[in-house]
């Protein structure tokens, strides 16, 4: 593994089902975060951890959990899933706190997930 | 309401020519700005950070101001290549957030 990577690259999903987005980085990097990128809108932060054992609520989290059980991984939850999460996702990752200060973020190469 | 703007969806530039691209904010402090680059179908790639105290930051054929009067910075890329183009993605950091607000980017493409 270099960097980061994220499973599945792409999914389809039906509308109500729950579905985890891996993500994986052996940089050993302290904070990490899931973002959606739209079309017009933007890459938007959806959740952040800025260690291992704490994660934070983004601009868009509703619908979305996540979860940092140790440095390397984490993964995002959508319960139970609807069509306005069809989007692309990234995952990233910074050395030191998520306040980005200087951190320039490392992404992954994204998640396609299209529900139905 | 908060706002990040950058000039335009798509940019054509002729090849060997400064290609210039624009990132405007209303309602931020940032207290430091980053620029990435983003190919198709791939995640961003981190290219400068300039922080609010620097006017100028430069490396190789890139260089990006801050002015943070005007809330604007500005990328230049000089002796554009074809292979310059991607969609180039601004990114503001305010003091005390924790997270980076992106802007929708700019697709430039350089014309061979």
């Known amino acids: 593994i270099a960097g980061i990577t994220q499973a599945p690259t792409s999914q389809i999903l039906a509308a109500g089902r729950r579905m985890t987005l891996r993500c994986t980085q052996d940089?050993?990097?302290?904070?990490m975060y899931w973002y959606r990128q739209d079309l017009g809108l933007g890459l938007r932060l959806i959740h952040y951890?800025?260690?291992?054992?704490?994660?934070g609520k983004g601009e868009v989290p509703d619908g979305y959990s996540v979860s940092r059980a140790n440095t390397d991984d984490f993964p995002l939850t959508l319960a139970s899933a609807v069509p306005s999460q069809t989007s692309v996702y990234f995952c990233a990752s910074s050395d030191g706190l998520a306040g980005g200060r200087r951190n320039e973020q490392f992404f992954g190469p994204g998640t396609r997930l299209t529900v139905l | 309401s908060q706002k990040i703007e950058q000039n335009s969806e798509a940019l054509n530039i002729q090849e060997g020519k400064t290609a210039t691209l624009t990132c405007n904010y209303t309602?931020?402090?940032?207290?430091?700005l980053q620029w990435y680059r983003q190919d198709p179908g791939r995640g961003p790639v981190f290219l400068l950070l300039?922080?609010?105290?620097?006017k100028e930051k430069r490396k190789e054929r890139l260089k990006v101001t801050f002015d943070t009067t005007l809330k604007q910075s500005l990328f230049h890329i000089t002796a554009s290549q074809p292979a310059d183009s991607a969609t180039y993605l601004c990114?503001?950091?305010?003091?005390?957030?924790?997270?980076?607000?992106f802007g929708t980017g700019t697709r430039l493409t350089i014309i061979p």
């Open positions: 951890s800025n260690t291992a054992g704490t994660t």
């Open positions: 990114a503001l950091i305010v003091t005390g957030a924790n997270n980076l607000f």
């Open positions: 309602n931020y402090s940032p207290a430091y």
């Open positions: 940089m050993r990097h302290n904070a």
């Open positions: 300039i922080r609010e105290n620097e």
